[in-house]
């Protein structure tokens, strides 16, 4: 039987605002420790429910998302409360307010853990530098259950995410016909932009590993992808928006963009936007608010690679609560797949039911 002190849960409550079965968020990746002695009443009362002594649906999932509030994060947050509504479990959803925020994940991370958490649900902001810890939460006997991003060990009971080299192949296989397509001659002297989100994610890296591996064997030799100055916005969309505007001045020959995860994306669509620049073909990840407005508009040579963040939200939760239960996993890894949107698919039943599941 599991026990967990006032002490105890009360640091996890002030990171979530746990009140028993439903959800809430917070970004404050410090609040544990500013807010304990406010979170203990709140404790005390929802302890039982907490504990996940007696039946499913007093279990508590953790799901510890990149960035709390990112649009990218938010579809696959309502995946998994919608999961605790109808599994009948606590979801509690916890995120940091920047994907450099290794430090903020470790903490709600070792929250989590202190409040013997049935299951975690976790999307790794670092493939390296929390594999550890997550090693150290498996360990412990709770089911983790990752989404998005792998760490570098197999140290995790399951994991739910897109094939990234392979979804960076398709964005490669995308962005050379949709060049072609707008007449960039393959004898034209054509240059590539990429930035990242982060250097530390597996999951951007996959993916422009895989642009690039396509690239190489399949793109004219002139396009030239500029691997050597690849930016690195750190999930602060104003970054990424300059970094764009930096290419657009600094690369006469500038064709194309890429962004390979969602706020880098939206940085060049912002970028781009804001210069007028039409000219310029744009493949990217995910399906914000701006990049639907840009696919909409039709001004634009655009394409996006869309994930399927809900169900990984969805089924991550699923995963963990039955794994809680003493379940294993015929696959210890899924892959969820991707889907290209542009102008002239983005009403179909089929994207939509993928951009609002």
Do not use: H
């Not at 049935?118 to 983790?144: F, H, K, M, Q, R």
């Not at 007449?183 to 994610?201: F, K, L, M, N």
Request: a negative charge; glycine letters at 8%.
């Amino acid at each position: 039987m599991r026990k967990v002190t006032a002490v105890l849960l009360a640091a996890a409550m002030a990171v979530a605002g746990l009140t028993g079965c439903g959800s809430q968020s917070s970004n404050a990746t410090t609040a544990a420790e500013s807010s304990q002695g406010a979170a203990t009443e709140k404790a005390e009362e929802s302890k039982d429910s907490a504990k996940g002594e007696t039946t499913k649906g007093e279990k508590t999932i953790y799901v510890i998302v990149k960035v709390l509030g990112n649009q990218y994060w938010s579809v696959l947050q309502a995946g998994a409360e919608q999961a605790g509504k109808e599994l009948g479990c606590n979801v509690v959803v916890v995120g940091t307010a920047l994907e450099s925020d290794i430090e903020g994940q470790l903490t709600l991370l070792q929250n989590a853990v202190s409040a013997q958490a049935d299951g975690i649900v976790i999307a790794p902001l670092d493939s390296v530098s929390l594999d550890a810890p997550i090693t150290e939460a498996y360990n412990s006997g709770i089911p983790v259950v990752l989404v998005d991003t792998v760490i570098k060990s197999e140290n995790y009971s399951a994991a739910l995410l897109t094939n990234n080299v392979e979804a960076g192949k398709v964005a490669a296989e995308e962005l050379i016909r949709r060049m072609k397509d707008q007449g960039v001659s393959e004898t034209e002297d054509a240059q590539i932009a990429i930035q990242v989100g982060s250097t530390g994610s597996q999951t951007i890296n996959d993916r422009v590993k895989g642009f690039d591996e396509y690239w190489k064997d399949n793109a004219p030799e002139k396009w030239q992808v500029l691997n050597n100055d690849i930016k690195v916005n750190d999930g602060d969309i104003s970054k990424a928006v300059g970094f764009c505007q930096d290419f657009i001045t600094t690369y006469p020959n500038l064709k194309a963009v890429f962004g390979p995860n969602n706020g880098s994306t939206v940085g060049f669509v912002t970028g781009l936007t804001e210069s007028g620049r039409t000219d310029i073909t744009m493949v990217g990840f995910d399906f914000s608010a701006e990049i639907e407005t840009m696919i909409r508009s039709g001004e634009y040579d655009v394409s996006s690679v869309v994930q399927r963040q809900y169900y990984m939200g969805y089924d991550g939760v699923k995963t963990a609560l039955e794994m809680s239960d003493g379940n294993q996993v015929r696959e210890k890894t899924v892959d969820t797949g991707v889907i290209l949107v542009n102008t002239d698919n983005v009403d179909d039943p089929e994207v939509q039911s993928i951009i609002n599941p």
